[in-house]
């Protein structure tokens, strides 16, 4: 299964935070038409670097996986040289991977290393083209047996910039999100012994705390990186996604009491300059999880109530957290992205809880159900752009790992399976659509005939790209189309009459050594 570590973490973690009732009265509206029609999208594939596979991270915030340009990273590919650690990960291929950039005009890029035959991963990149991410170091961890060391880098121009140390020592770092003035977030350990560590290492269990504490960090060429501190008595804290005015949130224990998140009591912070570290509230529960912030300052995310019987997507703006409201018959909402305009898409569950509909808040309290592919019982959205098209995910049966996920784009009132806008004959099936920019391009993971995952750009057939070789420039109508139920069945069926091999999907080591880090981060949706 593609990237299940990171899917599975994301969805069933948040089947234990659970949601309070609607504090509104709207109840959602479907927003489907269907004499909506779309665009053709032209595939490009990324390729690797002579290896299986390559991939975006199945991360919690695959916001900028793909810039406005169309450039892409955020992820890794595999080379084809013998990764001496792979024995320490379960989901090694046996290769090093390495950090990408893949340009619009096609070309690849290995980003490189701190080593020379050692894995590098991305997690972010910019407008102008800078990419953070992490590398392993070569040194194996001290505290740990047979644990690699790794380093929070930033890549600038072609070079690479380890972000290091750690003020107070440490041995594990990485930079989880940049902004084009090379203000680089992420989390570091230092050397207090913590038993209730934010960072994981057990790579067949992922919950297997880390002796020492996690603290989150900022870095800038001038002064190097700074630890922003943590919440109240807590001691761990994890920096998550910065914006251009150099806002930045986070998550961070408040205390040592168990809580309902993995084990923890989890609080999301806001962070600048001017104000330091500040609790964002939330709704009486023990977790809060802050997942996106647009240059407004806005802060969307989940919130348990009092009792954690429940949670509820949020919105925080103007020093104040509020539920978005609204109800689709269950109890249950969450928020994962905001556009510009305030836009947040997401998810709200159905009468029982059992499923969700991916959603969409035009404002606090009106949600609008944005339904599924044909059939599906669940689905769920994660990415907006500033022409309200929306990113999401439909499964017609497992609604926990979505292992049978179909990729859908939500534009003008109407929902369909992107793999009903590229050619019949492409050499993926599309499986997670990630990230979409102003211009439609879309970036995403998919499989080949041999089930080994690639990760592929889309570019929309229209009058923004209006000189594509190979595009079809005939539009779809979604009324049409029948789509398959499972893309994984689909797949197998329409495109090559065999399953796929999954035990290849997932493989590289850089997506094991990054969920270790994101174990504990919980869900774009549930």
């Not at 291929?93 to 950090?99: F, Q």
């Not at 761990?236 to 309902?260: F, K, L, M, P, R």
């Not at 769920?380 to 309200?388: C, D, E, G, L, R």
């Not at 057939?461 to 689909?490: F, Q, R, W």
């Amino acid at each position: 299964m593609k990237d299940k570590l990171h899917m599975s973490i994301a969805l069933a973690f948040g089947f234990a935070v659970l949601a309070i009732p609607s504090v509104s009265s709207a109840q959602g509206t479907s927003a489907q038409s269907h004499a909506a029609k779309h665009h053709h999208y032209k595939l490009e594939v990324m390729g690797t670097f002579g290896g299986p596979t390559g991939n975006f991270y199945d991360n919690f915030n695959n916001i900028s996986v793909l810039n406005q340009h169309g450039d892409a990273s955020g992820g890794s590919a595999d080379t084809t040289i013998p990764d001496s650690f792979s024995s320490n990960y379960q989901f090694s291929n046996g290769v090093v991977t390495r950090a990408y950039l893949w340009k619009k005009d096609s070309s690849l890029t290995d980003l490189g290393a701190l080593l020379g035959n050692v894995t590098s991963a991305a997690s972010w990149l910019t407008d102008n083209d800078l990419v953070a991410g992490l590398s392993e170091n070569g040194k194996i961890d001290p505290s740990v047996t047979d644990m690699p060391e790794m380093s929070a880098v930033l890549w600038r121009k072609g070079k690479i910039i380890d972000l290091g140390p750690f003020p107070g020592g440490g041995f594990q770092s990485f930079a989880n999100s940049v902004n084009s003035h090379g203000q680089v977030v992420g989390a570091a350990t230092n050397l207090i012994p913590d038993s209730n560590s934010l960072y994981p290492t057990d790579v067949s269990s992922w919950f297997v705390p880390y002796p020492y504490q996690l603290r989150a960090f900022i870095w800038d060429e001038k002064n190097g990186m700074q630890d922003l501190g943590t919440l109240g008595a807590g001691t761990n804290a994890d920096a998550q996604i910065i914006n251009e005015h150099g806002q930045v949130i986070g998550i961070a224990t408040t205390n040592s009491a168990v809580g309902n998140c993995g084990g923890y009591t989890i609080a999301s912070f806001i962070w600048d300059k001017k104000h330091g570290m500040r609790d964002l509230g939330g709704l009486g529960g023990m977790c809060t999880y802050a997942f996106a912030i647009n240059e407004n300052g806005q802060v969307v995310g989940i919130s348990n109530v009092a009792g954690d019987t429940s949670q509820r997507a949020f919105i925080w703006e103007n020093g104040a957290v509020h539920d978005l409201g609204g109800s689709l018959g269950g109890l249950k909402t969450g928020a994962n992205a905001i556009n510009e305009k305030g836009e947040t898409v997401g998810y709200a569950a159905l009468p029982g809880e059992t499923y969700t509909h991916a959603t969409l808040w035009k404002k606090p309290g009106q949600l609008i159900d944005l339904g599924t592919v044909g059939s599906g019982h669940c689905s769920f959205a994660w990415a907006i752009n500033s022409k309200s098209q929306i990113l999401g995910e439909s499964d017609s049966a497992d609604c926990v790992n979505y292992d049978g996920a179909t990729p859908f784009l939500w534009e003008n009132g109407s929902l369909i399976d992107l793999n009903n806008l590229v050619p019949p004959n492409s050499p993926l099936q599309l499986v997670y659509a990630y990230s979409i920019n102003d211009r439609g391009e879309i970036a995403g993971n998919g499989w080949d005939a041999s089930g080994n995952e690639h990760a592929f750009r889309l570019v929309p057939c229209d009058e923004d790209h209006s000189d594509l070789e190979g595009c079809d420039y005939s539009l779809v109508d979604a009324s049409s189309v029948i789509t398959p139920h499972s893309a994984s069945s689909s797949f197998a069926a329409a495109k090559f009459a065999g399953k796929p091999n999954l035990s290849n999907v997932g493989g590289s080591k850089s997506r094991a050594f990054r969920g270790r880090q994101r174990g504990l981060i919980p869900p774009r949706q549930e």
